[in-house]
C-alpha cells in the first residue's frame, strides 16, 4: 500500500513543511510573561461533590461510577460468579459474549444462556443481535470513574463492547489508579484503547444529559477485592 | 469602532453587526442560548473546582501545545515516520481543496457511495459533505447534533453542541419529518436520541468506509485519539473496514503522557464532565480489530500562515473544547451562526479572520467586549484578547481604514493632544447643543454618524462641561 503514497509523489508534503519552517523563522512571544487569567482557584464557594477527595481510590471510583448511572457491585473474588449470575438474571440478558481470554469460572453457572465464547476471528457483524457482554479491566481510574480497555484476552476486541446494550465489566481492585495521570504507565497503546466512563451518554438537545445512545446503555461495573 | 470599519464595507452589508442583527431580535434564539451556556457553564464549574491543580494543568497544556507549535516541521515528520511504522498510510494536503479530492478519490479508490462520519471540524471547514455529495457520495453524519443540523439543511452553530440553537420540540418536528417519518415522537431528549438510534445502526452495520477528525495525534507513537460521547464515534472507528482520518497541521502531542493532561483538560472543560464517556485511541492498524486500512490526511490550509505570526500562533493551541464560548456574553446573545464560520465565538473570532481572511471574518474581532472572560477558562491559555486586540491593528492597517476614518481620527488627535483646543471644542459643542439635541430628538444622528446611534442613545448635550462647571464653581 505504501508504494501508492510515495513521500516523492507528495508535493504538498515539502510546501507544508517549507511553509511551516519558514513561520518558524518568527519567534513566537514568551508564553509565560503573563500571569493574567490564571484564576487561582477554580469555582468560588464549596463544590458540591468534593468530599470525593477523602475518599478511599476504591470508594470514590464507585462513587463516581454511580454519577453516571453505571450499577456497581461490590464482591471479594470468590463472589464474582454468583454477582454475574444475579446480573444477568436481573436484566433478563438471553444471549452473552465473552472475550476467549476471560476467567471461565466467572460466567459457567449462568444458566439458560446462549453464549458466545470470541476470539477475535471472525466479522464483528452479529454482536449487534447478542444482549450483553462480559469483560475484564486493565486499568480503572478512580477520580474519573473510567475503565480502560487495552485489547489483552480477557478484554477482547472492541466491537464485543460496543454493540451488546449491556456491558458488564469485572474490575479487580489492583487495576484502580487514582487519577487520569498515571494512565499511560500502566497500558500501552500496541492494542486500540478505549476509554469507557459510564453508559453511552449524549446532551446534544438542550444539553440535557440522556444515558444511551449508540453504545451500550447499560454499564454495570463488579468492583472484586 | 465597528462602524467605522464597516462604513469602509458600505454597500456589501457583511460582518458580524449585520449576521448577528437578526439573530439578537429572535426571542427563542436568546432564551435557547442562554439556558444552555448557564447549564454548561454551572456544569464546568463544578468539575473543575474538585481538581486543586488546575491552574498548573492549565500552564502544562499551554506548555505542551506553545512546544509543539514552535518545533512544528520536526514535530509533523516524527508523526508520520510513526504513523506509517503503525501501518497507516500520511496524506499531506496544502489547503481544503487538496484535503478534499484525497478523500474522494480514496472512497471511489473503494467503489463506495456511502460514507459514515464522526463529527469534525476540520472536515465541517472544508465543506468535505457538500464535496462528496457532488462527487456522487453521500456522507452520513453520525453525531446526534451533527445530525439534527444535517436533516434541517442548518449550519452548526455552537463547536460542540452544533445544535445549541434549537430547543426539543423543534428537533421532535424535525424528526417526525424525516428520520421518523409516520412514527409518533414525544420532545422527550430520550426518545429522540432512541430515533437517532434506530436510524443509524443499520447504517454502521452496513457501512465500508467512515471518515473521522482527529482530536490528538501523538507523534511519538503514531496514535490517534478521538473523544466523544455517544458511541457513534467508537460504531465509526470500529466497524468499516477503511477508515480516513483529516487533521490540521497542529493537532499533534509529543508523547502518550502529554495525552494524559489534555484527558484531563479538554472533557472538564467541554462538556463539564470528569470524563466524556468514550474515548477511543488507535495506531495505525490492529489486525483482527477495527479497519483493515487506515489513512491519515494532515491539512495545512492556511494554519502555517497563522503560525508565522509570532502573536497569532497562540490560537493554534486550541483544542476545541468550546468553553470560550459558554462564558462569551457576546456568543451568549448573538449565537453562532453570527459569526458565519464554522468557528463561532471568541476562539472563532480570532481563528476565522487568520484561517479565512474573508470580508465577513474581518469584521470578528470587534465582536468582543474584551472582558477576558474566554481567557480565564481557555485550558490551554490562549490570551484571545491579547490576539483580538493585534487582529483589530492588523485589519486597520491593511488598508481596511477608510479616508474619511483617517480624517476624523486626525481631528480627534488634534483636538485630544491640546488642553487649549479640547476646552474650545467642549465650549463649542455646548453652544451648538440646541441644534444636536434636536437632531437626537428624531433618535438619530445625521450621516454616517447615523450608524453609531442606530442601537445607542446619545446622551443630551449639557449647557456647560464639566472642566467649565469645576472652573465656574470652585473659581480659579
Known amino acids: 500500500m505504501a508504494n501508492n503514497h510515495l513521500r516523492s509523489d507528495q508535493p504538498s508534503r515539502t510546501k507544508i513543511l517549507n511553509l511551516v519552517r519558514s513561520g518558524l523563522l518568527n519567534k513566537a512571544m514568551d508564553p509565560g510573561s503573563s500571569m493574567a487569567g490564571v484564576a487561582t482557584r477554580g469555582a468560588p464557594g464549596t463544590p458540591l461533590w468534593i468530599a470525593g477527595h477523602d475518599l478511599e481510590t476504591v470508594d470514590l471510583f464507585e462513587e463516581v461510577l454511580k454519577d453516571y448511572k453505571a450499577r456497581v457491585l461490590r464482591v471479594d473474588i470468590e463472589g464474582i460468579p454468583a454477582a454475574v449470575a444475579e446480573v444477568i438474571s436481573s436484566c433478563h440478558i438471553k444471549s452473552l459474549v465473552v472475550p476467549s481470554g476471560l476467567d471461565r469460572t466467572w460466567y459457567e453457572g449462568v444458566g439458560q444462556v446462549q453464549l458466545v465464547v470470541d476470539d477475535g476471528s471472525g466479522p464483528a457483524v452479529g454482536f449487534e443481535k447478542i444482549d450483553g457482554v462480559i469483560t475484564g479491566c486493565s486499568c480503572a481510574i478512580a477520580e474519573t470513574g473510567t475503565l480502560v480497555l487495552s485489547g489483552r484476552p480477557d478484554e477482547g476486541r472492541r466491537a464485543i463492547t460496543l454493540l451488546p446494550d449491556f456491558h458488564i465489566c469485572i474490575v479487580k481492585t489492583e487495576a484502580i489508579i487514582r487519577g487520569v495521570s498515571e494512565l499511560f504507565s500502566r497500558i500501552g497503546v500496541s492494542n486500540p484503547v478505549t476509554l469507557i466512563s459510564g453508559p453511552s451518554a449524549t446532551s446534544d438537545i438542550e444539553l440535557k444529559r440522556v444515558e444511551g445512545v449508540h453504545g451500550p446503555r447499560n454499564l454495570i461495573v463488579v468492583i472484586a477485592t | ?8 464595507m458600505a454597500g456589501s452589508r457583511v460582518g458580524f453587526p449585520y449576521t448577528s442583527l437578526p439573530r439578537i431580535e429572535d426571542s427563542q434564539l436568546r432564551a435557547n442560548l442562554r439556558s444552555a451556556t448557564t ?206 482520518s483529516v487533521m490540521g497541521i497542529e493537532k499533534i502531542i509529543p508523547t502518550l503522557d502529554d495525552l494524559a493532561v489534555f484527558l484531563e483538560l479538554l472533557p472538564r472543560s467541554s462538556t463539564g464532565e470528569r470524563m466524556n464517556p468514550y474515548t477511543s485511541l488507535w495506531s495505525g492498524v490492529h489486525k483482527g480489530d477495527g479497519p483493515e486500512e487506515f489513512h491519515l490526511v494532515i491539512m495545512d490550509n492556511r494554519r502555517s500562515a497563522v503560525l508565522a505570526d509570532p502573536v497569532g500562533r497562540q490560537t493554534l493551541q486550541c483544542i476545541r473544547c468550546s468553553a470560550c464560548l459558554n462564558v462569551c456574553p457576546v456568543y451568549e446573545r448573538s449565537g453562532g451562526h453570527a459569526y458565519d464560520s464554522v468557528y463561532p465565538g471568541p476562539i472563532g473570532a480570532i481563528l476565522s479572520p487568520q484561517l479565512f481572511g474573508t470580508e465577513s471574518s474581518k469584521s470578528l474581532p470587534w465582536a468582543s467586549t474584551l472582558c477576558g472572560a474566554c481567557y480565564e477558562v481557555c485550558p490551554v491559555r490562549i490570551n484571545i484578547p491579547q490576539v483580538l486586540v493585534h487582529l483589530r491593528e492588523k485589519v486597520l492597517t491593511e488598508g481596511h481604514r477608510s479616508s474619511s476614518e483617517r480624517f476624523q481620527f486626525a481631528i480627534l488627535s488634534a483636538v485630544l493632544s491640546s488642553g487649549s483646543r479640547f476646552d474650545l471644542a467642549l465650549r463649542t459643542i455646548s453652544r451648538l447643543r440646541f441644534l444636536i439635541n434636536r437632531f437626537l430628538a428624531f433618535g438619530s444622528l445625521p450621516g454616517v454618524a447615523g450608524k453609531w446611534t442606530v442601537a445607542r442613545e446619545l446622551p443630551e448635550i449639557p449647557k456647560e462641561s464639566f472642566r467649565v462647571w469645576w472652573r465656574r464653581s470652585r473659581g480659579q
Open chain 2, 1 to 8: 469602532m465597528v462602524w467605522m470599519v464597516l462604513s469602509d
Open chain 2, 39 to 244: 447549564a454548561i457553564r454551572e456544569k464546568r464549574g463544578r468539575v473543575v473546582a474538585e481538581k486543586d491543580d488546575w491552574e498548573e494543568l492549565r500552564l502544562k497544556g499551554e506548555q505542551i501545545r506553545a512546544e509543539v507549535l514552535n518545533n512544528l516541521d520536526s514535530y509533523l515528520v516524527k508523526l508520520e515516520a510513526s504513523v506509517e511504522n503503525v501501518g497507516g498510510v500520511v496524506h499531506w494536503a496544502g489547503d481544503a481543496g487538496e484535503a478534499n479530492e484525497i478523500v474522494l478519490s480514496l472512497v471511489r479508490q473503494h467503489g463506495e457511495s456511502e460514507v459514515v462520519k464522526v463529527k469534525s471540524l476540520t472536515t465541517d471547514e472544508m465543506g468535505l459533505n457538500e464535496y462528496l455529495s457532488q462527487g456522487g457520495v453521500m456522507a452520513y453524519e453520525t453525531d446526534l447534533a451533527e445530525l439534527i443540523v444535517q436533516l434541517a439543511h442548518d449550519k452548526p452553530s455552537h463547536i460542540l453542541v452544533p445544535a445549541i440553537h434549537m430547543n426539543r420540540s423543534e428537533i421532535r418536528d424535525l424528526f417526525q419529518g424525516t428520520i421518523s417519518k409516520g412514527t409518533a415522537l414525544s420532545d422527550d431528549p430520550t426518545v429522540l436520541a432512541e430515533a437517532s438510534r434506530l436510524y443509524l445502526r443499520q447504517k454502521f452495520l452496513s457501512a465500508k468506509i467512515a471518515i473521522s477528525g482527529v482530536n490528538f495525534a501523538v507523534a511519538e507513537t503514531g496514535t490517534i485519539c478521538v473523544v466523544e460521547s455517544e458511541g457513534n464515534g467508537r460504531m465509526c472507528l470500529t466497524l468499516p473496514k477503511v477508515l480516513i
